[in-house]
């Protein structure tokens, strides 16, 4: 009897003990920054939630979202929130990335995403597209910033609908998050 209690805890109980964020994928990749240092995701696992936003330096819409990705992250700045931008391929070099950081004075932790690996992992298509998660990796939200591009070519005067903020103050509250998920409009992730 005593054997079969310690292989059903050997068994089970180790599997409990292993934190769930350690048996996720994302939570072990590694992304160069646009310095060449190696930055590890493992770090999304400290942080209450994390929000990465797709980006591309020439993208139109990804310079009009400037201000909004600024005003978000200085809203919820005091919030255990990382931020992250995350640069997929290997189309724009490091000095393009740091220049368009720059000029528009992004306060998000820059990424490269070279092999798509991220990319891949949250099936992001366009820029901007936006991924909001817990620290155990899963997604919560992921689409629109908020509803300010109807469709391509097609902008409202002003955003009605805020999906990230909302999805950031809800899960902050404790409360559910109404809408999880918005088809992102933008430019193709290449």
């Known amino acids: ?20 964020w350690a048996q996720n994928d994302l939570l ?25 936003f797709f980006l591309a330096p020439e993208c139109p819409l990804c310079e009009n979202y400037a201000v909004t990705i600024k005003e978000l992250r200085q809203k919820f700045s005091r919030d255990q929130i990382s931020f992250y931008g995350i640069f997929a391929g290997d189309t724009y070099s490091p000095n393009e990335i740091t220049l368009y950081m720059a000029r528009f004075q992004l306060p998000v932790k820059a990424l490269r995403d070279p092999t798509y690996q991220l ?4 099936g992001a298509s366009v820029t901007p597209e936006v991924f909001l998660v817990d620290s155990a990796g899963k997604v919560l939200y992921q689409g629109k910033i908020d509803n300010w591009i109807a469709a391509l070519g097609k902008k409202r005067l002003q955003a009605t609908r805020f999906y990230l903020e909302d999805a950031l103050s809800a899960s902050l509250a404790g409360r559910e998050i109404t809408t999880t998920k918005t088809e992102a409009v933008g430019c193709l992730i290449e």
């Open 1 to 20: 009897m005593k054997s079969l209690f310690w292989t059903l805890f050997c068994t089970f109980g180790l599997a409990y003990s292993t934190p769930l």
């Open 28 to 52: 072990q990749m590694q992304l160069p920054t646009v310095h060449g240092q190696t930055y590890e995701l493992a770090s999304v696992g400290e942080q209450e939630l994390s929000v990465f």
């Open 119 to 122: 990319t891949e992992h949250f």
